[in-house]
């Protein structure tokens, strides 16, 4: 068939037209998170360099990536420009709408919403106002986690909170970062929070409410200052709440626009004018209704965990519990609500009926500080201070549940008035009579294992293993090995651990594996990296992660088991924590849980070998042990892991470690490395010293085991007496409660001890002696006086039965006598 030029242009057309459809029918739009047929959408697709053209235009990139969950950040969207005329809309969570805006360079801004909640939350972009074809995602924060750069900050906290109490007055001041709020001028606006409705029902609901504007049309300058005035009611019925500021151009109380706020505080400045002249009679007049209130309220408290005996314990128990940060050691324990702490932790999971918290304090000498001894004392939580998932409703709303039912019914109670008594019924501490210390697992070195019942043993295979598996409590926790390289960079026929894959039941799949750079860690959720530039913990689905520098990961999961990994010299350090509750309920290279090594070389098909199996039979035993593509956790995202793991066998039957190094007194090396390698842990560490031919890398492996050893002095077991009260009139000296410890008591001037001067807290949890008690001197004479008499009187009662019981008995004598002369024979 012959062509004419017209017809030849046209056939090219269509031609060049269906190479494009596949092309266009392949884009992003509404299929990120996708492997298309042709390229992919997946967030795995710039690793391997097979991105669809427009990904990077429709999954979207945003700077900052977090702000308050208070809302008002302006983030931008990188990597896309967009016209100027069109109508930019930013949806959260699928019906949330905020309004967007294109600024001169064509970059498109979204303004965060007011949440109720913490975590990732999932964003779209419209260019149209109806089709929302572009996705993200965003990071909503606990306002008191953010940093505080990033919102306004209170000129003297303590002025802003006492405010109207005694001697305290003036002008207040707030100051912020000016290039935050893209205004020339803002207002200033107060508003207040609250929880309405019957607790624990499906009509409880939380409620943010705009008050009334401070000031207006203020420089867009970083300070203003004002003297406060009492509100009129209703408005001073609001005791907590924040301070805003937003561009003048927008009304008043408007949400969602580009704002900064304050912490959550006690509004003290604001309050009614009664407050003023009486503000502890004014404050005790509230404690005494939130005493009834909580009347009321379920108790929460037999739900919660108890807290760790010691601060040791805390530290080390990182499953379960995380600093508090208003009461930190490592930030100079400026600890404002518990006086005489040091360092406070709290329980990290919310208690399963009520999202309750715990709050657990620590003095100088480690001790727990209890509520009992000190305003300081450790305090259960109604509402966590970190929310409680699903978050959004009360009390789980992270930080103002907390404030609404636990910190403004401090400042009634025990701040703006002396009723601590009352507080302190409803928040008692808890003495730590209950708790149990978790059991620690690790790997370490090239690598080295210590199972949880302290079995140790090295396994220098290369693969991907079951660390721990738990199908009770759907537990999986994988490590990848790879070859290690010597100091001169050949490659060594030893492993070392190089990534760590979690999960937990539904939860996100977290992955831990060494980065780029030295001494780095990458960590993945759901195989998308996650970046810490901007904050340090993350709440993501049913796991929370936390990462205060690139070397250092805490990974924390509901039922209480806590993953740590380090990185030290290019190497991988991992620490497993799990909760008594896995008692019998583990599997795989870390053995089995249950206070007997004896059964930890269980391989996968349930046969053992004894503890003394050769290096060469320990090493067959692992590799059972061995994940499948079809159960693997791993992220696979560059052509060297898809060959080197997903292609290849689970476990690599070519790789034939060195399973021992000889002791050649000819090497250079061996001298230092026996001077080094002592104590516990020598063998590893001159192993690992020896096959590498590091004496930094034998003493890296040396730090690590000694380290899992102080781990677990850490967590060692401590008994608990419980809290010993003063007696009435008296006083006690100690407030240690563990074993060994001794209190003493002593009376008032007046007043004479009775029962136990001095009591030891015993092995078996009991406290020895008897109950102390004080007896005023006149009580105790008018005691005895009233005994003496009821002894007389006894005595005398005594003495007449005595006497009459006599005379009964000589009157029968005599007439049993009589009768009897009556008949004697004449």
């Known amino acids: 068939m012959l062509y004419n030029s017209q017809e030849k242009v046209i056939f090219f057309i269509f031609i060049v037209l269906l190479q494009l459809l596949p092309r266009t029918a392949a884009q992003c739009s509404r299929s990120c998170g996708q492997k298309l047929n042709i390229c992919s959408c997946h967030t795995t697709c710039e690793s391997f360099k097979d991105c669809c053209a427009d990904y990077k235009q429709f999954c979207l990139d945003i700077k900052p ?23 930019l809309t930013c949806r959260f969570k699928s019906d949330i709408l905020t309004e967007g805006y294109v600024d001169v360079n064509g970059t498109g801004h979204c303004i965060s919403p007011m949440l109720y909640e913490s975590g990732w939350i999932p964003f779209e972009v419209s260019t149209d106002g109806v089709s929302y074809d572009r ?47 893209k205004a020339k001028t803002v207002n200033v606006e ?42 009129v009611k209703p408005y001073s019925l609001w005791d907590l709440g924040n301070m805003r500021i937003n561009p003048t151009t927008k009304p008043d109380g408007a949400r969602d626009v580009n704002a900064l706020w304050t912490d959550a505080y006690a509004v003290a400045w604001h309050l009614e004018e009664a407050f003023r002249k009486d503000s502890a009679g004014w404050a005790l007049e509230k404690c005494l209704i939130w005493d009834q209130e909580e009347k009321a309220m379920p108790s929460f408290q037999t739900e919660i965990i108890d807290c760790p005996c010691t601060l040791a314990q805390a530290r080390a128990d990182t499953g379960r519990f995380h600093t508090d940060y208003g009461c930190d050691i490592e930030a100079g324990s400026l600890c404002t609500y518990h006086p005489g702490a040091i360092h406070c932790v709290r329980a990290i999971q919310g208690s399963p009926q009520y999202g309750a918290g715990q709050q657990c304090c620590y003095d100088s000498t480690g001790a727990q500080v209890l509520t009992g001894d000190s305003i300081g004392g450790s305090t259960p939580d109604r509402g966590h201070d970190w929310g409680s998932p699903p978050y959004t409703k009360p009390p789980r709303v992270p930080g103002f549940s907390h404030w609404k039912y636990d910190v403004i019914s401090f400042y009634y109670c025990c701040l703006w008035s002396k009723n601590c008594e009352y507080y302190f019924t409803h928040r008692p501490s808890s003495d730590c009579r209950t708790y149990r210390p978790p059991r620690a697992a690790a790997v370490l070195g090239d690598p080295h294992f210590v199972t949880f019942d302290g079995m140790t043993f090295t396994f220098n295979g290369k693969g991907e293993y079951h660390l721990v598996h738990s199908s009770t409590y759907q537990l ?56 810490f530039s901007e904050q340090k913990w993350m709440d993501l689905k049913d796991v929370f992660v936390f990462s205060p520098k690139p070397s250092n990961v805490t990974v924390m999961f509901p039922s209480g088991t806590g993953v740590e990994v380090r990185a030290s010299t290019g190497v991988m350090t991992l620490t497993v924590l799990l909760p008594l509750e896995f008692q019998n309920h583990t599997q795989g290279l870390l053995g089995t849980m249950n206070n007997d090594p004896e059964d930890d070389f269980t391989s996968s098909n349930g046969g053992m070998i004894p503890l003394n199996s050769s290096a060469n039979d320990i090493f067959t035993y692992s590799a059972s042990w061995a994940v499948t593509n079809e159960t693997s956790l791993f992220t696979y995202d560059s052509t060297h892991l898809l060959d080197e793991y997903y292609y290849a066998p689970k476990h690599d039957p070519s790789f034939i470690p060195v399973f021992s190094v000889a002791e050649d007194l ?6 230092p490395t026996l001077q080094m390698c002592s104590g516990e842990g020598a063998e590893f560490c001159k192993y690992d010293a020896l096959i590498t031919r590091s004496l930094e890398q034998g003493n890296a492996t040396l730090l690590s085991f000694r380290s899992h050893r102080s781990i677990k002095t850490a967590l060692q077991s401590v008994q608990s007496c419980g809290w010993l009260s003063p007696p009435y009139h008296g006083q006690k000296e100690g407030t240690l409660y563990l074993e060994g410890a001794t209190v003493t008591f002593s009376c008032h001037d007046g007043y004479r001890l009775y029962g136990s001067q001095e009591r030891t807290c015993d092995r078996d949890g009991k406290w020895s002696g008897q109950e102390t008690s004080c007896v005023a001197d006149n009580t105790l004479a008018i005691v005895l006086g009233s005994v003496g008499a009821v002894l007389a009187v006894v005595i005398m009662v005594i003495a007449i039965v005595v006497y009459t019981k006599q005379q009964n008995r000589e009157a029968k004598r005599q007439q049993d006598d009589k009768h009897s002369s009556n008949f004697e024979p004449h």
Not at 71 to 85: W, Y
Not at 148 to 172: C, E, M, R, S
Not at 666 to 671: G, Y
């Open 65 to 87: 990536y977090s702000g308050s969950l208070l809302g008002g950040t302006d983030f931008e969207i990188l990597h896309v420009t967009f016209e100027q005329n069109i109508n």
């Open 135 to 181: 996705s993200g995602r965003w990071m909503s924060v606990h306002h008191s986690k953010l940093n505080p750069f990033h919102k306004i900050i209170l000129g003297n906290a303590t002025q802003w909170q006492y405010y109207g109490t005694p001697n305290v007055g003036g002008d207040l001041k707030m100051i912020w970062i000016p290039s935050l709020v």
């Open 190 to 231: 107060l508003w207040g929070y609250n929880e309405t409705g019957v607790a624990y029902s499906s009509n409880w609901e939380a409620e943010w409410k705009y008050l009334y504007t401070v000031g207006r049309d203020v420089p867009n300058n970083g300070v203003f200052s004002f003297t406060p005035q009492p509100a």
């Open 476 to 531: 999986s926790v994988q490590g990848r090995s790879e070859p290690m390289k010597s100091v001169s960079g050949s490659v060594i026929n030893a492993t070392r651990l190089c990534s760590v894959a979690m999960r937990e039941k539904d939860s996100d799949v977290i992955e831990v594996r060494l980065g780029d750079e030295a001494d780095e860690l990458q960590v993945l959720m759901n195989q998308q990296v996650l970046t």
């Open 666 to 671: 000819e090497d250079p090396l061996l001298e």
